[in-house]
């Protein structure tokens, strides 16, 4: 049995926001040079990438030494393999969601199989950034940062907790908030943009101080004046997430139905400009953070007596 464990995929990459040509070769470039470590246990592997020609297809490569994992303290009923296929394909989630967070829309990833040693897994990686690329339709009053898969990687490792499976901070509690794009549901994704948004403006200290006048005055300080309409927006949107919280607003059923309303669909098209304007704003306030290579938020006020 050979002492080292392959991983493949074919990641199918598709385009909702179709950047230019010469963004798409920068992206393509810099996920070819791109080669983050996979910690497992006591050992980890190097993802190795490269882009094809047409820029359709992602293919991915990890190689784990078999010798440095402890199967012997899996139980036999749970399968080492499973623990092991779920991590690999859990870290290319995590490395597809970095991408998005330097270059928010333009990863969307369709049902692509992963192989180990050889042989397809049952698991397929989906992932999906469609909300982000609706950002750059609806929010152009948002400006990005340019920044680099590595910036971004770099910060992730170093900065936050996002490797882990549960959030300990204000910001890794936002990041995990954003993760959810890649599975929202138009209804429930509300719920947890706003999550990741209030776990960074909200600081709680100030009672008197309601949450949206802290997500006003603070995201304005920070990202530049916020036009009504998207103040408008993120009022509208607290007003639906109370709804979930509290059980009076209405919700769709977790798998799709073809019974649509179209008085209730028009209703969900209405509801996702809120939702972008949030996320727009989650991603925006995100990149400042990692351009500043931070992962706190103070507010200062100054008083000038001239």
Not at 8 to 18: D, F, T
Not at 22 to 46: M, N, R, W, Y
Not at 96 to 125: E, M, T, W
Not at 187 to 194: K, L, W
Request: net charge negative.
């Amino acid at each position: 049995m050979s002492s080292v464990i392959t991983y493949e995929s074919k990641l199918l990459w598709g385009k909702l926001y179709r950047p230019s040509q010469d963004v798409l070769l920068k992206i393509a470039d810099e996920i070819e040079a791109f080669h983050p470590k996979v910690h497992i246990q006591e050992t980890s592997g190097i993802i190795k990438f490269s882009v094809d020609k047409d820029k359709t297809c992602i293919w991915a490569k990890i190689e784990i030494d078999r010798s440095a994992l402890f199967l012997d303290d899996i139980p036999e009923e749970i399968g080492w393999e499973n623990i092991l296929d779920e991590t690999i394909v859990h870290r290319l989630k995590d490395i597809l969601f970095v991408v998005n967070l330097a270059y928010p829309g333009c990863i969307h990833v369709f049902k692509s199989n992963v192989y180990r040693d050889g042989r397809q897994l049952p698991i397929k990686l989906t992932y999906s950034s469609d909300i982000s690329g609706w950002v750059y339709e609806k929010c152009e009053w948002l400006t990005f940062e340019n920044l680099s898969i590595q910036q971004c990687w770099d910060w992730i490792v170093s900065k936050t907790n996002f490797l882990s499976y549960i959030s300990r901070t204000p910001i890794d509690r936002a990041l995990f908030a954003l993760s959810y794009e890649s599975i929202a549901k138009e209804d429930m994704y509300i719920f947890y943009v706003m999550l990741g948004i209030e776990a960074i403006y909200n600081d709680g200290s100030n009672k008197e101080d309601s949450i949206m006048e802290q997500l006003r005055r603070k995201a304005q300080a920070l990202l530049g004046q916020l036009p009504r309409k998207a103040i408008k927006s993120l009022n509208e949107m607290y007003g639906m997430r109370s709804k979930l919280v509290h059980g009076s607003a209405n919700i769709y059923k977790c798998w799709p139905s073809e019974d649509y309303d179209e008085c209730e669909f028009g209703k969900l098209c209405e509801e996702r400009q809120f939702t972008v304007t949030a996320t727009g704003i989650l991603l925006a306030t995100i990149q400042k953070f990692i351009k500043a290579n931070a992962n706190t938020l103070s507010e200062t006020i100054t008083i000038e007596l001239k």
